[in-house]
Nanobody, 124 residues
């Protein structure tokens, strides 16, 4: 059983920054594509970004492109989401997830294991 634990969420003013972390329990971390999703109240879970196994390829949604950056440290079994220039519409619970796909995907169904989520609230 894979466990993913997100951390780093909180309350921040618009224009501010946060860095989320997602630590994985399994030593096979380096064999997974990792994704970040978010879900706001009353809305469906949406893709934020993803990173390939080696970290050499990343993919972002249009809504966060240029503001968010995904990175990973396979030696620490951890993936990060650096969020800059935050906007109130970025407010959501953020989740990390694992995928067996080689090419990072954007669909929820492409991801297998999920963390419990961390709340990000951006005030205006």
């Amino acid at each position: 059983q894979v466990q993913l634990v997100e951390s780093g969420g909180g309350l921040v003013q618009a224009g501010g920054s946060l860095r989320l972390s997602c630590a994985a329990s399994a030593r096979t971390f380096g064999s997974w594509t990792m994704g970040w999703f978010r879900q706001a109240p009353g809305k469906e879970r949406e893709f934020v970004g993803a990173i390939s196994r080696s970290g050499g390829s990343t993919l972002y949604s249009d809504s966060v492109k240029g503001r968010f950056t995904i990175s990973r440290d396979n030696a620490k079994n951890t993936v990060y989401l650096q969020m800059n220039s935050l906007k109130p519409e970025d407010t959501a619970v953020y989740y990390c997830a694992t995928s067996r796909t080689v090419v990072p995907g954007t669909l929820v169904r492409e991801y297998d294991y999920w963390g419990q989520g961390t709340q990000v609230t951006v005030s205006s």
